[in-house]
């Protein structure tokens, strides 16, 4: 994967992290670290990526049934947007020990940004998510939430 396409999975996946912590797999101060440096476009030296099991593997099945040579941002967007919401309702009936509704993306329009936070309506409501990782954007626009984090601007 390319630097870019490092940085938008883990800005779809490290929300997920959560899940990942209560089961052991990762200290909750590794994420913060992870999510730290991925807000300031730096990519982490190991391959973070790999921790996020599922997502991974249903990227680079997706990326060879698309022709592609590796995991890219149009693979990225296709799952997270459009396939991932499936495997959280299969991963849930398996696992049960997340939220299924929280762990899906949802398109929403922003109503307020202050510095750490935007005000976001989706198919949910309102709801404060976090804006590490999107600290460009602004009222009305349209994003893409996933869990507490605003993961990016819809792209058009």
């Not at 994967?1 to 909750?28: E, H, N």
């Not at 991925?38 to 990326?63: D, G, H, R, T, Y």
């Not at 499936?86 to 922003?110: N, Q, S, Y």
């Amino acid at each position: 994967m390319k630097v870019k396409d490092r940085i938008l999975f883990l800005k779809y996946a490290l929300p997920c992290a959560g899940t990942l912590v209560k089961r052991g797999k990762v200290s909750q101060e590794h994420i913060d670290k992870i999510i730290e440096q991925i807000s300031n476009n730096q990519v982490p030296k190991e391959e973070v990526e790999k921790k996020f099991k599922v997502a991974f593997a249903m990227c680079s099945n997706l990326a060879k049934e698309m022709k592609k040579d590796s995991i890219n941002e149009e693979v990225i967007r296709r799952y997270f947007i459009s396939e991932h919401d499936k495997t959280v309702d299969e991963r849930f009936k398996l696992m049960g020990d997340f939220d299924p509704v929280a762990c899906k993306t949802r398109i929403g329009k922003v109503l307020e940004v202050d510095k750490e936070f935007a005000v976001v309506e989706t198919s949910l409501g309102k709801k404060k998510y976090k804006t590490v990782f999107t600290k460009d954007i602004k009222k009305e626009d349209n994003v893409i939430v996933h869990f507490d984090f605003v993961v990016e601007k819809v792209v058009k």
